[in-house]
């Protein structure tokens, strides 16, 4: 099948396209520089083109996403959609059914999303839930900050033996890259602590969070895995605690990137820093360090991070950061789920309301947009609302338009959010506005780089995959700054997105809401005899201390249905 | 008052769910149209004159119309569901969810209620002249934001954990009910002239719940505060002596109240 869309303003920040009228050409899936005569011709005159967005942190599969919407009925009470032709009935407000995720984010021009947090154990049910995500390409992170394995090699300064584990675990689990989350805090809540900062050993294993940090970004780098290590910091939603995120960030600037795929640049990744770029000691005296993180991204080539964004929604929290979760219900009072995952990692939910009225949550919300205006360069910063702690992704668009209107968020400053916004931040003083084409940057380009995507993904040059998305916003016409709705309203549903080369959305609609993505795993051959030993080792121990059988830990082919492994050879 | 009358032909065992059938959605409309309205039935939609016979005179202005099920409905879900205005009358029984997040106007029930009736009610009155099930005046499933206002009136009996988490409004019944009223209550009424199986106001945190019959087993997380006569609720008097109750203590910050009626409720105080 071929198709032209014609005279879209195409903006593609990874060929340096900045708005110009221009055709694109797909062929067989892919984008070609011409086609025949014969190809059908979409007409994108008056309208934007880009490449498919590309979601690089959300959580929408997976044990701890599941158990957000058994805990919350009243959730999928809030939003539901029903059946209609091929596609499928679904809810969830904040935490969507699976088909429902699937369509969402397409209708948003989404072509790929990585779930951000699979415990290698529950692997399977996330890729279960993964095939039942329609039209998507995914990946998902196998947690290792908490993993006995991981804690105990890196401990004993043997690199090479934690990098030829987590080669096999990234076969085992099919996963696509190293996450930490609050290294070393959630093995310590396995017995009732924390830790605090990233110099408190975890117990038992007396190793600190700073060692695993720098530990796994070199066997990350050993490897030369696609994306870098993606760090969920210590202390995440405390006062005061950028400066764990700020040391947290140095430990990987000394340890170059060297990717065997893709073409990052940098060594580590930290996810949701919203959640910590806090200084103060307490919520009495809690206030902005946003700057203090931009600044020192802006200031470093090793970094790029992903903000967290706060949407002002009712929303679920979910994190494998167990005891946050429950520093979260000891202050809200709402319902609480807590789980643990024998040696790998464990998890938290509860419900949050995120309310314009309240002082902490502005502040929060200040945070988020002074970390996307005060980032110089929209290549180290990407659009997230860590879906769904900080709000449902539904909300990208209106996020969009906050960025694209310094009016837009004066309004919402002076007539909504409490006046701490103001008093703790220095949002009121930015009037930066983004561009389509920055917008482009954070909510594409710059994902698909650092997740060592960006030969196919988000960018339209010829070879990548035919991924576009076209909405009915004139940039010619149109000022995103003063029409700021329009922005809020056509980046929710697009005109047409195309998958893989084929219409999978017309004038805001799903059309083939049947069609399957891939699922992106990382095949790393990295040392043979070293991998043998670790398996011996991770028997034994499944034999002394798991509740399963080895043999019901790895994931067949036969839970996906595209499966795409990125082969790394590393000899 | 104009008035639309829908006769139902037979009650499917299949239900019916009509939340689109309301006040604010008749007005304006003509008889004609009213019967190809769509409802639910099971999961497919189809008109409404499939299930009703329709009759009467529609108006423009929805605070004008009353909708009357001219008969017993008993398969029939969500009437007057998310109603703001005008009135229902049902002249027989209803099914589940009859005033579900109701926001204003007025439902009379002539038989009985299945459960959920009023849950999540904002605003309004509902008026039950036999029974009602289980979850009146509650909040759905998972919420812990229930009846914020309106009122709900019982001549007959209720079921079990009736105005769980209510938080405003007033809930009376007539009769007897099962276990756990007021459950998780946070505020608003619920007056209960007739007896109590157990677990009055169980992890209740506010509002006010009195018992005129008999509570035959109560929870040990409240304080006795002594006995009081004809107690002044929200300027209402209600006359008579009663036992005062400050709880549930097994949840943090708990300051509900139960007073139960001295002459039933000896074996209960301390």
Redesign the interface.
């Known amino acids: 099948m071929e198709y032209i869309i014609k005279n879209g303003m195409v903006y593609d920040p990874l060929n340096n396209i900045d708005g110009e009228k221009m055709d694109i050409c797909i062929r067989d899936g892919k984008i070609v520089d011409s086609v025949s005569k014969s190809a059908e011709v979409v007409d994108a005159s008056g309208k934007t083109v880009m490449a498919g967005g590309v979601e690089p942190h959300t959580h929408i599969a997976g044990p701890k996403v599941n158990l957000g919407r058994m805990?919350?009925?009243?959730?999928s009470?809030k939003d539901a959609e029903a059946k209609s032709g091929d596609r499928r009935s679904g809810s969830g407000f904040s935490v969507p059914s699976t088909f429902m995720t699937g369509y969402r984010y397409t209708e948003m021009g989404y072509t790929t999303a990585m779930e951000a947090a699979m415990p290698p154990l529950v692997a399977r049910h996330t890729h279960e839930e993964m095939v039942d995500t329609p039209i998507l390409d995914k990946g998902a992170y196998p947690l290792l900050g908490n993993n006995w394995f991981v804690m105990e090699y890196l401990k004993n300064g043997e690199v090479e033996e934690c990098a030829a584990y987590i080669a096999w675990l990234m076969r085992a689990t099919k996963g696509y890259a190293i996450k930490v989350v609050n290294p070393c805090g959630t093995e310590a809540w396995g017995w009732g602590g924390n830790v605090h900062g990233i110099n408190d050993p975890a117990p038992h294993f007396g190793i600190t969070g700073a060692e695993m940090i720098k530990g796994l970004v070199e066997a990350n780098e050993m490897l030369g895995l696609p994306h870098s290590v993606h760090l969920h910091c210590n202390d995440l939603g405390h006062p005061g605690n950028y400066e764990t995120t700020l040391a947290s960030f140095d430990i990987a600037k000394n340890i170059k990137a060297s990717p065997k795929y893709g073409k990052r640049d940098i060594s580590l990744y930290g996810t949701h820093v919203q959640y910590h770029s806090y200084g103060g000691t307490s919520w009495r005296d809690f206030e902005s360090e946003a700057p203090a993180i931009a600044d020192y991204v802006n200031k470093n080539d090793h970094i790029a991070i992903d903000v967290g964004q706060i949407t002002l929604d009712e929303t679920t929290t979910m994190t494998a950061d167990g005891p946050m979760e429950f520093d979260l219900y000891t202050l809200t009072?709402?319902?609480w789920a807590n789980c643990d995952v024998e040696l790998e990692t464990g998890s938290g939910v509860v419900p949050f309301i995120y309310s314009s009225k309240n002082p902490v949550h502005s502040t929060q919300w200040a945070i988020g947009m002074e970390l996307f205006l005060l980032t110089k360069d929209p290549g180290k910063i990407m659009m997230t609302t860590d879906h769904p702690n900080a709000g449902p992704f539904i909300r990208y668009p209106r996020i969009m338009a906050w960025l694209m209107s310094s009016k837009y968020r004066n309004d919402l400053i002076e007539n909504e959010l409490h006046s701490w916004a103001q008093k703790k931040s220095s949002i009121a003083t930015i009037d930066r506005e983004y561009s389509l084409y920055e917008i482009a940057q954070v909510t594409r380009a710059t994902a698909a780089r650092v997740l060592g995507l960006s030969e196919t993904k988000g960018h339209l040059g010829v070879g990548a995959d035919a991924d576009v998305a076209v909405y009915s916003f004139n940039p010619e016409t149109q000022d995103a700054s003063s029409d700021y709705m329009a922005v809020e309203t056509v980046f929710r549903k697009a005109d047409h997105v195309f998958k893989d080369g084929e219409i999978v959305v017309k004038n805001g609609e799903v059309v083939k809401p049947r069609m399957d993505g891939r699922t992106y795993w990382v095949n790393c051959n990295f040392n043979e005899e070293l991998e043998r030993n670790v398996i011996s080792d991770v028997q034994k121990k499944f034999k002394q201390y798991y509740t399963i059988n080895f043999e019901n830990y790895e994931v067949g082919n036969e839970y996906m249905r595209r499966s795409t492994p990125i082969e790394i050879k590393c000899k | 008052m104009s008035k639309i009358i829908l006769t139902p032909k037979e009650q499917p065992q299949v239900p019916l769910e009509v939340d689109t059938i309301l006040p604010d959605t008749l007005a304006g409309k003509s008889i004609e149209e009213i019967k190809s309205m769509h409802i639910q039935y099971g999961n497919s939609e189809v008109e409404l004159k499939e299930f009703f016979d329709v009759d009467g005179e529609s108006g423009e202005n929805p605070s004008e119309l009353q909708i009357e099920f001219n008969g017993d409905v008993y398969n029939t879900k969500r009437i007057g569901e998310g109603m703001t205005t005008g009135e229902i009358v049902v002249k027989g029984n209803a099914s589940m969810y009859v005033g579900a997040k109701m926001k204003g106007g007025k439902i009379t029930v002539e038989g009985d209620v299945e459960g959920w009736a009023g849950r999540n009610m904002e605003g309004g009155e509902i008026v039950v002249m036999g029974n009602a099930g289980d979850y009146l005046g509650s909040a759905y499933r998972g919420d812990w934001r229930g009846m914020r206002g309106g009122k709900i009136t019982v001549h007959g009996n209720a079921g079990r954990e009736i105005a769980e988490y209510m938080l405003g409004g007033k809930i009376q019944i007539n009769g007897n009910v099962k276990m756990l009223p007021g459950i998780h209550m946070n505020g608003g009424v619920l007056i209960i002239d007739g007896n109590v199986i157990s677990r009055t106001g169980g992890e209740m945190k506010g509002g006010t719940i009195i018992v005129k019959g008999k509570i035959d087993e109560f929870l040990p997380g409240f304080e006795f505060l002594g006995a009081e006569n004809d107690i002044e609720i929200d300027g209402e008097v209600i006359p008579g002596s009663f036992y005062k109750f400050r709880g549930d203590f097994a949840t943090k910050g708990a300051d509900g109240l139960v007073y139960a009626a001295t002459a039933k409720n000896a074996h209960i105080v301390p």
């Open positions: 805990m919350r009925p009243e959730d009470e009072g709402f319902k």
